[in-house]
Each structure stands twice: as structure tokens, then as C-alpha cells.
């Protein structure tokens, strides 16, 4: 199943026979909340029952005006429900996760007559790091993220929950090869830098304001051998410590939040006030 438009510029569902994973499960209450404002297809929530928590009574009242089921069940009956462990006394069984295409991203940007901001994310298998910058790229602006299907995370709901419903506003997309995706982009205008602790670029004096994509690596082994060839510069975040790299997640924080600095200083993007 892939993501349509209908007339009202609404993603749909589109079978076209590829297997999707599916979270099943979207949990916690930041989470539910956003699934519910964006109108995330939801089959029955489940809230702890007894409890006085206003932003759970929120969730219920929001959710029966829009027809969902809502069960009241005992804290223990979560407890086994939930896959994260972390549950805040609500869990919604939702329906799979449809992953977007390339092109949808893409046009997302061109939607908001800006240049692309894409994030790549080569060999992120921790779903604490996926969630992390889930949430960090919605919050900078990014227009979208683009996963390998092999060796790395993918959307499960420890990444829902980590990335505090901020799924539920950006695109992401997986493919095969991500070589052959990073090749495309380019035909399509796109520059792509690589972060690399030894690029020859530090990250602050890069321009980030043509088309772009920044390909993200993994922590042990950073970014692969032919997704790195395919980089048109290598940036680096300069350390100061005895450590000589940074978790993925706060690498990518730092690059897309210079990224969206320097995109409101040119007036491409303005602050969310």
C-alpha cells in the first residue's frame, strides 16, 4: 500500500502490493493526541481506567467526537498491551503506518515553495535514535526522511513514542537502495551532504539554503563506503572532548536546527510563533 492524493490533497491508502510494517499500537499521550489531530486512523483507544489525568479526559472527549471507540480497562490490562513500557494510561490501536514515496516528499516541499530539506538515515538501527530524530526533523522543518528497508529501524511504537506524534506530520519514506535514491535526488536538483567527523566542511559554514539532503550514519559505523562516494561534500561537527563522535540523533539535531537557522535568515522559512 502506498500514499494517493485525493481531490482534497489528503493522503490515501493505494494497494500496489508491497508489505508494509505496522505499529499497531500508537502509545502515550502526546502521541495519541497528535494521531487524533491528524486524523490518524484509529480503531478503538484504550485509557486507564480511575484515571483523573485531565490530558486522558482530553483524549476521550476528543476521540468520541470523532466516533472512535474508547474502552476503559485496568492498568494491568495496558501493562500487557504495551510494547514500550511506558504507556501514560493510554493506548490506541491504529492502523498500519503507510510510508511515503520519495516524490511525496518532494512535493511537499514544493507545496511550501521551498528548496527540499531531506534527511537520510544510513545504518540507524537504535528506535530511540529513529524516534529522536523523527521528532527533531518535524521541529526543524525538515521535509522529509528516507530509511533503507534493510539494516535499519524502522517505524515500531518505541519510535511513535519517542517521537512524541511527530510521525504523524512528516513524510518518511524507505527504499531499496539507497544509493540509487541518493542518484535520483541529484537528477532531481538536490545537493547531498554527508555528516562525516572528518568532512573537510564544518557544519556551521555550510549553506544549507540550494536543495538538499543530509545523509545521517549509524554511531559505530557512520556512514557507508558507496553512500559516502555519493556525497557532493562531507561536513563535519568539530569536537572539543576526548570522544571523537556524537549520538546520531544530537548530530542530527545540530545539523537540521543550523539548517533551518540559516533557511530563516534567508527568509525561506519563518519561525513558528
Known amino acids: 500500500m502506498g500514499k494517493r492524493k485525493n481531490e482534497d490533497g489528503k493522503y490515501y491508502r493505494e494497494n500496489t502490493g508491497e508489505q508494509h510494517e505496522e505499529t499497531g499500537k500508537i502509545e502515550g499521550k502526546n502521541p495519541v493526541l ?6 490518524r486512523t484509529i480503531n478503538r483507544i484504550y485509557i486507564e481506567k480511575g484515571s483523573k489525568d485531565p490530558v486522558l479526559e482530553k483524549i476521550y472527549a ?21 510494547e514500550t513500557r511506558n504507556h501514560q494510561g493510554v493506548i490506541a490501536d491504529v492502523a498500519p503506518y503507510s510510508y511515503a514515496d520519495v516524490e511525496d516528499i518532494l512535493e511537499k516541499a514544493r507545496n511550501l515553495n521551498q528548496p527540499p530539506l531531506i534527511l537520510i538515515l544510513d545504518g540507524i538501527t537504535d528506535p530511540n535514535n529513529l524516534g529522536s530524530i523523527v521528532r527533531t526533523a518535524e521541529c526543524a522543518g525538515v521535509h522529509g526522511i528516507i530509511l533503507p528497508k534493510r539494516r535499519a529501524a524502522a517505524l515500531t511504537p518505541v519510535v511513535a513514542k519517542v517521537a512524541a506524534g511527530a510521525a504523524e506530520y512528516i513524510p518518511i519514506a524507505r527504499v531499496t537502495n539507497l544509493t540509487r535514491t541518493i542518484q535520483d535526488l541529484k537528477e532531481a536538483g538536490l545537493w547531498i551532504a554527508g555528516a562525516d567527523m572528518h568532512g573537510e566542511t564544518d557544519y556551521s559554514e555550510y549553506d544549507y539554503k540550494s536543495p538538499l539532503a543530509i545523509v545521517i550514519g549509524s554511531e559505530g559505523e557512520g556512514i557507508s563506503r558507496l ?47
Open 62 to 82: 476528543v476521540a468520541r467526537g470523532k466516533g472512535i471507540v474508547v474502552s476503559y480497562v485496568e492498568k494491568s490490562r495496558l501493562d500487557q498491551l504495551s
Open 34 to 39: 497528535e494521531a487524533l489531530k491528524a486524523d
Open 227 to 273: 553512500v559516502r562516494e555519493n556525497c557532493d561534500v562531507l561536513i563535519r561537527i568539530p569536537m572539543f572532548g576526548k570522544i571523537n563522535s556524537l549520538n546520531a540523533a544530537i548530530a542530527a539535531a545540530l545539523i537540521v536546527f543550523k539548517a533551518a537557522e540559516k533557511r530563516a535568515e534567508a527568509g525561506i522559512i519563518s519561525y513558528d510563533k
